[in-house]
């Protein structure tokens, strides 16, 4: 799996937005850039993915560099429910044998202050 | 609630003992991951079933097993535990065992296991 490249942590105060970088310059062209989050205690949950193109949903935006050698997590509006670390996943999406699953990487701690 | 079950939320047990963490995936998906989190290694992954077949083997160790019977549930076998083997045990599941724009995979809230 290609490698990805996020700060430890990072900090942010509530219903300010929130870019969670994230650098894979060594991705290839059937990998998919996931984001998934872990609240404490609890499991990953999906956040959003996307190819090449910009993606918006409910949740956040990713917005994708034209090389697709990084990318942004975008929050609008931040939260105390959105601290959370943040994992940047590349996922190649080919029929394999290899299954497909998600390598996690160390992620992004967010802290979010009032 | 992601619709991945898993049980037990909370388990302690001595070194040496055996122990069965059980998953159901949500309706309908085929494929089922497990995952070994700890403090020092951070999310590990350990094996993958789809459909009953073994599909993808991670960092697991051989003193852990799987399997994923006909209704789709899926049981990690732990054996001869060691203090080590603490950790939160989480399945995954996920509709196919390959993507079509990167399916997702929903995530259950975890098994805590102490070995003391």
């Known amino acids: 799996d290609a490698k990805t490249t996020q700060p430890n942590s990072m900090e942010s105060n509530e219903e300010e937005p929130v870019h969670l970088p994230c650098n894979h310059s060594?991705?290839?062209?059937?990998?998919?850039i996931h984001w998934y989050r872990q609240l404490p205690s609890q499991g990953p949950e999906y956040v959003i993915h996307g190819l090449t193109s910009n993606v918006n949903n409910r949740m956040a935006s990713l917005a994708i560099a034209e090389d697709r050698k990084s990318s942004t997590l975008i929050l609008h509006r931040a939260t105390l429910r959105d601290a959370a670390v943040y994992y940047c996943?590349?996922?190649?999406?080919?029929?394999?044998?290899?299954?497909?699953?998600?390598?996690f990487g160390t992620g992004t701690q967010l802290k979010v202050e009032l | 609630d992601s619709g991945v079950t898993q049980t037990p939320k909370h388990l302690i047990t001595a070194t040496g003992q055996r122990v069965t963490l059980r998953c159901s995936p949500r309706?309908?998906?085929?494929?089922v991951y497990w995952y070994q989190q700890s403090l020092d290694q951070g999310l590990q992954f350990l094996i993958q079933?789809?459909?009953?077949?073994?599909?993808a083997k991670g960092n697991i160790l051989e003193r852990f097993s799987a399997q994923q019977f006909p209704d789709l549930h899926s049981e990690l076998n732990l054996s001869s535990l060691e203090l080590g083997d603490s950790a939160l045990y989480f399945c995954?599941?996920?509709?196919?065992?390959?993507?079509?724009?990167?399916?997702?995979?929903?995530f259950g809230e975890g098994s805590w296991l102490t070995v003391v």
């Open positions: 309706s309908g998906d085929l494929s």
């Open positions: 995954a599941s996920s509709v196919a065992t390959w993507g079509i724009s990167g399916n997702t995979i929903y």
């Open positions: 060594t991705i290839s062209g059937t990998d998919y």
């Open positions: 079933y789809y459909n009953g077949e073994e599909r």
């Open positions: 996943i590349l996922r190649d999406v080919r029929i394999t044998g290899g299954g497909n699953k998600l390598t």
